[in-house]
């Protein structure tokens, strides 16, 4: 299968280096399309397949298309696939907040998947939700989503709407936790830790709590109940936050980002 991924920037190059390192593609099957000529040599460099700087050199030879470009270049880019594409192709998409009805009306095609990853794909341990059009076949999808999974762990959703929704928990997540974490560190800062002392109490912390709740069958609830003590120390801490309402805030934080990313997909 030949692979087309557009846009040589963080995400492009995330797939590109994680389906090379993980030999479910090889270099061979691997084409680039990239606008930037400064990046197109950079990209050429790395020895991850053929870098092309305009479509008609490489869009009809591809199998599966990646579009990976910001979504405000995504009017441009269509209009210049367009001559080039063919129905027989599969797109996939992780432009955040491009619908696949403006995809299929944009480039005339029916085979769509659009996915919604997050940062951590850079080290393969990201999060994708994706959904597709009708028109994909099952094998189609399992080989896509056997890409993806070289980037961390995927989840298919049935409704696109449910895209937005991964975008606010998934998507912007990483941001939210290390909102809490910078404030825990500027908290040890304060109780006398030297920077990276702190740092590496928090994280670490954060690390541990994680892989522990990963390795356990229990709930956030039940390891809560498990470490705070009556009249202890964590209990302090959580009586604080409830009481300043840092749950509900929470939760107001990521509904906040699912309207934005509803209003940015009208
Ligand atoms: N970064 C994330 O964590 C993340 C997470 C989920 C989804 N996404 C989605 O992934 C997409 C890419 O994000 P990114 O962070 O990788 O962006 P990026 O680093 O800016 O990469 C996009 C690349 O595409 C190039 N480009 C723009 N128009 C093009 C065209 N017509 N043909 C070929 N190349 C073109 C850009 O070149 P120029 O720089 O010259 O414009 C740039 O090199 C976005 O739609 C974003 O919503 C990103």
New binding site residues.
Partial sequence: MKILI???????MTYAQSFLRSHIAGKDNMMI????PE?AVELSQKDIGTVYGLPEHCVSQADLVIL????Q?SA??FS?LRPYVHPQQVFLS???GVKMAAISDALGVQKIIRA????P?QIGMGMTAFTSSDEVTRIELVTVQNLMNTTGKTVYVEKESAIDAATAIS?SGPAYVWFFMKALIEAAREMGFSPSEAELLVSQTFSGAIELYNASSLSCEEWIDRVSSRGGTTEAALSTYRSNAVHDDIIAGAVAALRRAEELGR
């Fill in positions: 557009i846009g040589g920037g963080n995400m492009g399309l990239e606008k930037s990046k990976a470009v910001k979504p270049d441009h880019l210049t992780i432009m955040a919604m990853p997050n940062l794909a998507g």
